[in-house]
DNA sequence: GCTCACATGGACAACGTTGTCACCCTTCCT
DNA sequence: AGGAAGGGTGACAACGTTGTCCATGTGAGC
């Protein structure tokens, strides 16, 4: 920018109201800034034009992982809000981690982000604490913040859509019904578990529940003792998108019913049709990003909680008999 | 920082130190600064780090779109890289719009990251020469730059991928084999219908050739089209997974042989399974990162072009008769 | 001719860090 | 005792921007 001045034979306050368009400036004067500024190829220094002003026009999100596609699209759908806004996302994958969350986020704030969104992995958020106190807001999605951390939600309505699968299965005949979730240490997988049992009430037989990392080999081997049991399953909720898929995997050409929790691509080509509970990511993301814009922009009220509905998708796999 | 120096007692520059972990302070000393540093908590302003050290640690990505699978992959590898590396990372959907992703580059190097990552939307790119003069290194992945800027590039090997699928499907006794591509000014697109092209020699016949955005209704209608000719096609080769997915949709029912670009989540649960040939998002992601960062440690060699290698993944689609 | 308002331009400090350099105080050697 | 060596510490400038305040020039109104 010093450069800059003294090609055009201004002062660098000249140059740095023709930048930012501020009144007060010569037309003449100011096109000769702007021509200097083209022949130069300068542009402005954001580090510094942060240091200065204290904000940074920059969003982090914190996401289980990037890859996913539930969490890419939501994460997509926060980008758009963001750029409505002018804003930049830095983004990082949590793996599912609460260390490398909590590192994430640390590094974030030392970056003096104006905002968070995160989906949290861990289940204490107290360190948190300082950076909402100093006025940075946060908005979690998908899962809730550990206890004492009061900010803005949006959530879906997870036990509640695991009841009208349970019960969509129980509706086409079906009463051994068997749960495959993620670690119970999940929220989501805790909520969908509770939705579950609340269905099933004296059906509940805590032999036809498996709740675990969804890796490929382990949710196979639950499965298979549950179909060597004397009275086995005779239908299959998932409970979520990854699950799903591994489920479809390792029940390979058995038919058996099943609703999954997440809609997912090619649900719709797979013979039977995958049913499904979906929920919106698009929506989610959109949404958690315009609540934090809002406090962004002063509003200051208690934490808002959002809960997304749920719905039943039908396409075959749910409506199959026992 | 003034501030836990004061708490402390100690000068601006000595709690530097302790927060750089610099050598030469007493350990006494560094405890009651750490102590300071813990009560107040207090974390270091990367800003103005940023400001006086030169870098910022900080990646910028551009990618055609954040919730394409295909995209999140790349896009995660690029994270993980990154982040051992210990920086950031900024992303953006183009949203293969050229203005939006010069627009994009142009934020990002206001913001002065340490380099770029770019899957180009455009095919002129002559505006990212000053930031490159300036040092500013760039990798282009998955297609290459316009002409006249060279730089690192990861590319896979488009025109060699679609002869292979080609090849099948003639190889299984198909002589009329159509190609459903996307627009002929994206890279990939067009070297597809290279090698697809190369590969049928004579067979070639421009009537099965459809190339267009993967809009379902359109690519549908090409696909009608083609099979009410007087001979339709028996096998069809699809130019990336978006439009796969949506000739899979179209076939609906119809059993027709299917060689698609790009591997997908689920190709091995349809039935037939859908053979691919499938690139690896996750290493193209990785090595573009990783050359990236080979820039950043100064290495000024001559640019490096890497090229892929695809493979065939037979699932059934692409091995029935005609 | 005077003041006053306005348009335009510039000097300077400040944002929070870090690199440079100089200082002080031991300790040890001669 | 005097000096050299070195560890520990601090003062200060600089990074590139912007906000504040002041200076100058110009024209209108009295």
């Given amino acids: 920018m010093k450069d800059v001045a003294s090609a055009a034979g201004v002062a660098l306050k000249t140059v740095s109201r023709v930048v930012n368009g501020e009144p007060g400036v010569h037309p003449g004067t100011a096109e000769r800034v702007r021509e200097a500024i083209e022949r130069l190829g300068y542009s402005r220094n954001e580090s510094a034009r942060v240091l200065r002003r204290g904000r ?7 996401i289980e992982d990037l890859a996913d596609p539930f969490y890419s699209v939501l994460g997509r759908a926060v980008e758009d809000v963001t750029t409505a806004h002018g804003c930049l996302l830095l983004s990082g994958s949590s793996n599912e ?11 974030f704030c030392a970056r003096r982000v104006d905002g968070l969104i995160v989906v949290p992995a861990g ?9 909402l106190d100093a006025g940075t807001p946060a908005v979690f ?6 206890p004492g951390v009061d900010v803005d939600t949006v959530l879906c309505d997870n036990a509640g859509g695991a009841r009208l699968a349970t019960r969509h299965l129980l509706a086409h005949g079906h009463r051994r019904i068997a749960f495959l979730g993620d670690r119970p240490s999940i929220h989501t997988a805790a909520r969908r578990l509770h939705g579950y049992r609340a269905a099933l009430g004296r059906l509940f037989d805590e032999r036809l529940v498996s709740m675990r990392a969804p890796v490929p080999r382990d949710v196979r081997a639950d499965l298979d003792r549950m179909l060597a049991l004397d009275s086995p399953p005779t239908a299959l909720f998932t409970g979520n998108g ?5 489920a479809l995997r390792a029940l390979e050409g ?3 019913a099943l609703v999954g929790f997440d809609d997912f691509e090619l649900a719709d080509l797979l013979r039977p049709g995958v049913t499904v509970v ?18 962004l922009s002063g509003d200051t009220g208690p934490a808002e909680h959002l809960r997304l ?14």
């Fill in 56 to 62: 940074t026009s920059t969003v982090g999100l914190v």
């Fill in 97 to 107: 981690d609460p260390v490398r969350e909590r590192e994430l986020i640390r590094t």
């Fill in 123 to 131: 289940e204490d958020h107290s360190f948190l604490r300082p950076e």
């Fill in 141 to 146: 999605v998908d899962r809730p913040p550990g």
């Fill in 242 to 246: 990854r699950i799903t898929m591994t």
């Fill in 254 to 256: 058995r038919r058996m």
């Fill in 278 to 295: 979906a929920q919106d990511p698009t929506s989610m993301g959109g949404l958690a990003a315009e609540l934090l814009f809002r406090r």
């Fill in 309 to 322: 509905p749920v719905r039943v998708i039908r396409r075959g796999s749910g409506e199959l008999p026992p």
